[in-house]
């Protein structure tokens, strides 16, 4: 009897009963392939014990903090027993790095299992020699093979499981090959099982592209507990670890770490670091008051602003939200006669943090306004506020914690929006309600005036 098969898209799982050129749930040219349909022998239905909510022990989630501070912070205190947590980046960002940093801080309290899937033992060894001591409470499994790895979990040697990454697992018993949808799905669900079955933390490791539509973490992620995504510009060195979802804590905390010889060291100031570098008193510079998660952070936004000879203007934006740049770009030439319709425009916010929220856009167009005027901003000065099509400046979440964070790195005076009560000790609101009054800043009288205020 030939064997039955079902056509499954690769990038994003969806399933059809026939081969088709272009999945019809996603658009994705040639990612459908047929993959045998096998099912076990039907099993007769027998009613499972149920039992009282109330009867569940709550401190049963107990957790093994991983001794990296803004790990545990990331994971809402540290790894629950019996969960599963995927660790999601693009190639090359860092993930090895990171899970064996916690494998090697865990390792001296507990079993940790770590599977070696893309990297031989020999190289994590000789990477882990670089990120610190290496307890024997590490071991090492060459074999990525599910029967191995689910035999592993269950032996109860190891608390915790690393596995790098999941798209080298496979299961010899599904024809398709490791890293199909198939393959991660099936094996992804069934460490998931192991994990609550046996108690045991597992640590997937998944790749993603920029798109996330490479097979693999996106199936999962209904599977599994915590999704850590951890991400950054992989031609620098900041990078941020950040829940996507976790089944027991918040997803608004960020850990922000710097990429150095000795493994991920986490940026305890981020603002500091942003700022370490900055020339201050030059035009097309502006400090803006932003947040990621929880956390606040002083970023620079830079700006030069270039006369053009072609029709089309460039809008470049390094670090800022492109479509947000050339939409403020429009709103400045419209409402604030600040004429960049004939001229090239490009936006940096250094260091490597995305400055792409929308409270960023005041900062932005006072440094494009600075940079077309050719005068600096008033040191001391920082700037947070949306800015609207009208020319309106909007209200943004956290103002206290932005201010706060402002006035640590000696900020004085904060242009913020005219609906704003707030009240920082320390720290003078100049208020705008509309883009245009943000030119009075940059006039020299009114910057005496401002920062005397
Ligand atoms: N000897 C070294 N010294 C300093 N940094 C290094 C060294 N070796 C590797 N790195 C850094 O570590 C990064 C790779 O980290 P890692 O292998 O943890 O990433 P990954 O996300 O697991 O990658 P992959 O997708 O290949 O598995 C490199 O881009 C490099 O910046
Ligand atoms: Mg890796």
């Keep these: 009897m030939p064997t039955r098969t079902i056509a499954v898209c690769q990038s994003c799982g969806a399933?059809?009963?026939?081969?088709?050129?272009?999945?019809?749930?996603?658009?994705?040219?040639?990612?459908?392939?047929?993959?045998?349909?096998?099912?076990?022998?039907?099993?007769?239905?027998?009613?499972?014990?149920?039992?009282?909510?109330?009867?569940?022990?709550?401190?049963d989630a107990d957790r093994v903090p991983t001794g990296l501070p803004e790990v545990d912070l990331v994971l809402g205190g540290g790894l629950v027993r019996g969960s599963v947590v995927l660790l999601?980046?693009?190639?090359?960002?860092?993930?090895?790095?990171?899970?064996?940093?916690v494998a090697l801080?865990?390792?001296?309290?507990?079993?940790?299992?770590?599977?070696?899937?893309?990297?031989?033992?020999?190289?994590?060894?000789?990477?882990?020699?670089?990120?610190?001591?290496?307890?024997?409470?590490?071991r090492t499994l060459a074999d990525p093979s599910l029967p191995g790895v689910l035999a592993a979990v269950a032996s109860g040697e190891a608390a915790i499981v690393v596995v790098d990454?999941?798209?080298?697992?496979?299961?010899?018993?599904?024809?398709?090959a490791p890293g199909s949808v198939t393959q991660v799905r099936e094996c992804g669900a069934r460490l998931a099982r192991a994990a609550r079955e046996n108690g045991v933390t597992v640590i997937l490791v998944g790749h993603v592209t920029k798109e996330g539509t490479v097979?693999?973490?996106?199936?999962?992620?209904?599977?599994?507990?915590?999704?850590?995504?951890f991400d950054g510009d992989r031609s620098g060195t900041v990078r941020m670890l950040r829940p996507l979802k976790n089944r027991f804590g918040p997803t608004d905390e960020v850990g922000f770490f710097e990429m150095a010889t000795e493994g991920l060291v986490p940026i305890r100031d981020a603002s500091a670091f942003l700022l370490a570098d900055r020339c201050p008193g030059l035009p097309g510079s502006?400090?803006?008051?932003?947040v990621e998660g929880r956390r606040p952070f002083v970023s620079e936004i830079q700006a030069l602003v270039q006369p053009s000879g072609v029709s089309v203007p460039r809008r470049n934006a390094l670090g800022t939200d492109a479509a947000r740049l050339s939409v403020l770009a429009a709103v400045l030439d419209r409402r604030a006669g600040v004429k960049l319709a004939d001229h090239e425009v490009f936006v940096s916010a250094p260091g490597g943090l995305?400055?792409?929220?929308?409270?960023?856009?005041?900062?932005?167009?006072?440094?494009?306004?600075?940079?077309?005027?050719?005068?600096?901003?008033?040191?001391?000065l920082v700037a947070f506020g949306e800015v609207g099509l009208a020319g309106e400046i909007r209200r943004v979440v956290a103002s206290d914690r932005r201010l706060a964070e402002a006035?640590?790195?000696?900020?004085?005076?904060?242009?913020?929006?005219?609906?704003?009560?707030?009240?920082?000790?320390?720290?003078?609101?100049?208020?705008?309600?509309?883009?245009?009054?943000?030119?009075?800043?940059l006039e020299p009288s009114t910057a005496v005036r401002v920062l005397r205020s």
């Design 105 to 138: 801080r865990v390792g001296h309290d507990c079993g940790v299992l770590l599977v070696c899937g893309e990297e031989a033992p020999q190289q994590i060894r000789a990477r882990a020699e670089r990120l610190g001591p290496i307890p024997s409470g590490v």
């Design 15 to 59: 399933q059809s009963p026939r081969w088709v050129g272009r999945c019809t749930t996603c658009g994705e040219w040639g990612s459908v392939v047929e993959e045998p349909v096998e099912r076990g022998a039907p099993v007769a239905s027998v009613a499972a014990p149920t039992a009282t909510l109330a009867e569940h022990d709550p401190s």
């Design 286 to 290: 502006a400090l803006a008051a932003l």
């Design 354 to 380: 995305q400055a792409s929220e929308p409270a960023a856009d005041l900062a932005i167009a006072l440094a494009l306004m600075s940079a077309y005027r050719d005068v600096p901003v008033p040191e001391g």
């Design 88 to 101: 999601a980046g693009e190639p090359g960002i860092g993930k090895s790095t990171i899970a064996l940093q």
């Design 407 to 441: 006035q640590t790195v000696g900020c004085t005076h904060a242009l913020v929006p005219a609906g704003l009560e707030a009240d920082v000790d320390g720290i003078e609101l100049v208020r705008v309600r509309h883009v245009a009054e943000v030119l009075d800043v």
């Design 215 to 229: 097979a693999g973490p996106r199936v999962l992620e209904h599977l599994v507990d915590v999704v850590v995504s």
């Design 165 to 176: 990454s999941i798209q080298t697992v496979f299961d010899p018993e599904l024809p398709s």
